[in-house]
């Protein structure tokens, strides 16, 4: 089967530094994804991976380890708005009839 | 270039009655998926589209719920004689025809908040 997984909670202090591991178990891969969902909002893009290494986009940035199998967004400088889901998603191959696989999210608590 | 739409926004429907859920994809998208998402869960792959094609419906159940994405006009999501448990937010993504990465990124509505009396 296809998995991806992620803590279910995570909390942080205002201005601090998070973490969110993902890792994942599908039939292939080519890319990971990650998107944030604010309560009662939709989720929207943050960053893609396709390749090893950092991307980095201002405060957020997503790192990727193939080898492992293995990706984690990391958001420096912790804002309250900050506080959302984030959900990991891979595509497991180049075949554009093969849907993304999406992770069951992260739930960020930010305290002040 | 106006988002993915969704409409209803919110829908609330009474056990055995029928749901219609429509979603708008970006201009130039050819691509729709719909998801299925319960209070403090994941989002869950229902149904990927073609214009006039369906791609994937493995996550869609076999009875009561079917898709279709005309050649002209929104992709409809259609869930016959609803029961309490179909109660969720329904969101429709589209994504665009192009190369990587662009085409790893998925583009969602608002989505339809369905609730089932």
């Known amino acids: 089967g296809q998995s991806l997984e992620q803590p279910s909670e995570v909390t942080a202090v205002e201005g601090a530094i998070v973490q969110i591991n993902c890792t994942y178990q599908t039939s292939g891969f080519y890319g990971l994804s990650w998107y944030q969902q604010h309560d009662g909002g939709a989720p929207t893009f943050l960053s893609y991976?396709?390749?090893?290494g950092l991307e980095e986009t201002g405060r957020f940035s997503s790192f990727l380890s193939r080898s492992d199998s293995y990706g984690y967004l990391l958001l420096q400088e912790l804002q309250m708005k900050d506080s959302a889901s984030y959900f990991c998603a891979v595509r497991p191959s180049m075949n554009r009839d093969d849907k993304i696989i999406f992770g069951k999210g992260t739930r960020l608590h930010i305290l002040p | 270039n106006a988002g993915v739409m969704q409409n209803p926004r919110h829908l609330v429907r009474r056990r055995g009655q029928e749901a219609r859920l429509r979603c708008s994809p970006m201009?130039?998208?050819?691509?729709v998926y719909w998801y299925r998402q319960l209070p403090e869960e994941g989002l869950k792959f229902m149904v990927y589209l073609q214009k006039e094609n369906i791609i994937d419906e493995s996550g869609m159940p076999k009875e009561r719920f079917s898709a279709e994405f005309p050649k002209e006009g929104p992709s409809i999501l259609r869930i016959q004689q609803v029961v309490r448990g179909d109660s969720a937010a329904y969101f429709c993504?589209?994504?665009?025809?192009?190369?990587?990465?662009?085409?790893?990124?998925?583009?969602f509505g608002p989505g339809t908040r369905l609730t089932v009396l």
């Open positions: 993504a589209s994504s665009p025809l192009l190369a990587e990465p662009t085409y790893n990124e998925q583009f």
């Open positions: 201009k130039g998208h050819s691509h």
């Open positions: 991976n396709g390749l090893d």
